[in-house]
Each structure stands twice: as C-alpha cells, then as structure tokens.
C-alpha cells in the first residue's frame, strides 16, 4: 500500500520468468516446482589500484529453515558465471553460506529478509552475468540475469553505475568485502525504495577526468516526476576532491510518494553536458524492511589472488599474451601457491617455454599435491623437451592418480613411438581407441604401425 502511489509509472515485473526459463535445465528436478522471486542489483565498481569488480546483492523472497533440537538452519548455494557475447565461460565460481540460528534468533530472522552480498573482479569486455541461489535445506532456488560491460581502459572517460544506498559505514579493515568504497562500506537499496523521513545516498564514479573538467566542470542533478523536473542541485567537481568517487546525499523530505527519475550530467566549463547517466527510484509512505546481510570478506586488492583471477579469466578468452602476465605476477608474488604455479604453467606450455615449466613445477614434485594436472603438465614439458622416458613416467602418474585419459594414451603412444618402441605405442593407442573411437589421426598412427608389422 505504501508504493500504491507510484505504480501508473510502473511496468509489469515480468523478470522473473525469464530468470526461471533461463535455469529450468540447470537445476535439478527437485527444485524446479519451488521457484521463487527475488529483489536484486549489480554494480560495476572500479577500485583505488584500477581493477574494475562486479558487486552484486540478491533478496529472495523468502528464507525457509529446517529445525533440530533447539536450532534452525540453512544452507544457501550461489553459483556464479560469466560468458561472453559468443556464449563462451569467461568464470565461473560456487560458494555456500551455511546459516544457524537459535530460537530466540529465528523470531527476528522471520521478520526481516536476507540478503547475500559478493563481488569478484572482471576484467574488460562485454558479457552476461547469470547467478543461481539455491537452499539446499528447502530446495527452493532463484536466479538473476544481467549485461554487464567492463571498461576497455581504465582511462576513458566514462561514468560509473550509480548505487542507491540508505547510507554508508567506516570500514577501515584491508580487507575487501562487496560494496566497499575505500574506507566505507554502503548498504546498497535493492528496491530503490524510500521514505520522505529517509536520506537517498548517490555513489558513483567518474573515470578519465580531464584537467579541465576537473578544474572547471560540474556535476548536475535533476529530479522528475511523472517527466517534468522537480528539483536541482549542481556542484562543481573540484569540491569531490581529487579521487573517481562521487559521493552525495539528498534528504527526501520534500518528495511526497511517488515514482522519481534522477538524471546525474558532467557538464564542462560551458554548462554543456558532456556525460550522464539515469535511474529511477520509489518514495514510498510505509518503511521498507531492510534485510540482514550475509557476505565474505577477501584479501586486500594488493593480493596476487586477483591477479590469478583475471589471469585464469584471460585464458578463457584466448587473450594469451595478457593472461601470462596476470599469471605471472600472481606467481611471482607467490610462488610456492600450487594453483598459482600450475595455471601459469599451463600458459606457458602454449609458446613452448618447457624449460620454464620444469623449472616452475619439479619442486612441486616431492610435496603431497593435490592437484593431480600437475604431472600432465610435466609430461608434456619434458615432451616437448624431448625427453621422453620422463614424459612418459609423469603421464603414468597422471593416469594412476587421474583414471585412464586418452589424451594421456596418446601422449604415452606419441613418447614411445619416438624411441622407437612400437609395440608399445601401439598398445597405448589402442587403448586410446577402446575409450574414444573418434579420433582419425590416432587410427592412422595405429594402421602404419601394423602394416609394418
């Protein structure tokens, strides 16, 4: 009742099933009777070191528990990807979030919504962002779809999303956690509801500043109801200081219930607009529940994680020579991290750097690894080193460790048919055949060795 007001300007939510027809073939049967609704929003925030971060927050409808003796609990499951315009898997990611509470707990969890808050970094380019929510406890789920575009440079002059929040809170911890600017973390509005008694708070950023437009321009903002402006206010850009973040507060008070319109415009010297950006909001005459949030803290933005990260994002472009640079600092930084020196590793077997990657991965050798990708690396580093007894005990490894592989069989077959040892290669391959017929170059390999037999 309390949005009553602003619902002529609104149009029908019809997000919801799109959201379900997009994962009706990803979750299990289970779940697909037990669909339900969700309030969200993603935001592209770059940070002080220049690494652009997707944020995002998502409210189910409802949160359902299960109860054993005197505790409640939950369990709820995000799985995240990003894919680019061809529908190819740039990330992709799984987290839980294990929830218990007591009874005196639940009383107030029943009240209030839950919302799950997480970033992670992206790097440049345009694609669709898809995030399932599943509780695993009621087997219910909900997801969001959205395009999301990362800059090309960190220098081009460009405005950022605006993120409407109910305000903002000193966080001075190294750690990053999702919707944190600097030192403060804001509590993002979900629904872009408020209330005349609230204060609507802007953030947003602005990258690529000329001199000359920091010294002289202006930020303009423009309220609309129902199209026709309602109020203004304008500040020049050198009173934000000399950073990309623009923060600004605008007490509602004298904006009765309604649906508004906000339009924030860089103007130059000249008062001409240059840039802008628009979203719209709800002032609303009840107060909306704001939920409790769950998120995870991450290391601070110096840490060679996030290197890894866009390194491995990289990879999955084909975009070689910049992921072999990401891969590499984060390897540099820390190069005893085993994920760190295998991924790398990998990078480089595709130029033919097989010295470096013997290098990189024989000390990984004597330790109780557990990724097992490792002695397939080696294999195929000492393979094209030509050194083919090595090779061929490292994909013995690999196999034991791993299960049968083709692509192992015909690397053993490849190493032996070098030294000579055809009977051996010839086993290797069949073998190969028996898990994969269609392989034509491996039946060729597999018929000259027979017709010289």
């Known amino acids: 009742l309390g949005e009553v007001n602003s619902y002529p300007q609104r149009s029908v939510d019809d997000e919801y099933t799109y959201e379900f027809l997009e994962h009706k073939g990803v979750v299990e049967v289970s779940h697909s009777v037990y669909y339900i609704g969700n309030t969200s929003v993603v935001k592209i925030i ?25 505790k409640y609990y939950s369990n709820i499951k995000i799985t995240g990807r990003v894919t680019d315009s061809k529908g190819k898997t740039v990330f992709q990611y799984e987290k839980e979030y294990p929830l218990e509470f ?35 406890v009621s087997k219910e789920f909900t997801s969001l779809e959205r395009e999301i575009i990362i800059p090309e440079s960190r220098e081009a002059f460009w405005m950022g999303d605006l993120v409407f929040a109910f305000g903002g809170k000193k966080d001075k911890e190294s750690l990053k956690s999702s919707f944190k600017v600097g030192e ?39 309220f609309f109801k129902g199209g026709k402006e309602q109020h203004v206010k304008k500040r020049e850009i050198k009173e934000y200081g000399i950073g990309m973040n623009f923060f600004e507060e605008f007490p ?50 110096g840490d060679p994680v996030y290197s890894f990260t866009r390194g491995v994002q990289l990879l999955n472009k084909g975009e070689m020579e910049k992921a072999e640079d990401e891969l590499g600092k984060a390897y540099e930084m820390d190069p ?12 480089l077997l595709t130029r033919g750097a097989n010295e470096d990657v013997k290098r990189m991965l024989m000390p990984f050798v004597e330790k109780q690894l557990s990724d ?82």
């Open 46 to 70: 770059q940070d002080e070191p220049g690494l652009f971060f997707v944020h995002y927050s998502i409210e189910p409808q409802n949160l359902s528990v299960n109860a054993y003796e005197d």
């Open 184 to 222: 403060t973390r804001l509590y993002p509005c979900l629904r872009k509801e408020f209330t005349p008694q609230d204060t609507l708070y802007l953030f947003f950023q602005l990258y690529g500043l000329s001199e000359e437009l920091r010294e002289g321009g202006w930020v303009k903002y423009t």
């Open 372 to 453: 097992d990708n490792l002695y397939y690396i080696l294999g195929r580093a000492h393979q094209g080193l030509g050194e083919y007894e090595e090779a061929i005990s490292f994909y013995l490894k690999y196999i034991s460790h791993e299960g049968v592989s083709f692509a192992a069989l015909n690397s053993i077959g490849e190493c032996y048919f070098q030294l000579q040892n055809h009977k051996e290669a010839l086993r290797a391959w069949e073998k190969s055949l028996e898990i994969n017929p269609d392989q034509p170059e491996i039946k060729k390999k597999v018929e000259g060795i027979k017709k010289k037999q």
């Open 102 to 136: 007591s009874k005196e707990q639940i009383k107030q969890v029943k009240l209030i919504p839950m919302a799950i808050q997480d970033s992670f970094p992206l790097v440049p380019g345009n694609y669709k962002f898809n995030l399932l929510l599943q509780n695993t």
């Open 252 to 301: 509602l008070l004298d904006f009765p219930p309604s649906r508004y319109l906000i339009s924030v415009s860089v103007l130059n010297k000249d008062e001409q607009e240059v840039l802008f950006r628009e979203e719209s909001f709800t002032v609303a005459s009840e107060i909306y529940t704001r939920p409790w949030i769950q998120f995870k803290r991450y290391p601070g933005s």
């Open 336 to 347: 005893e991290r085993e994920d760190f020196a295998i991924v790398y590793a990998g990078a």
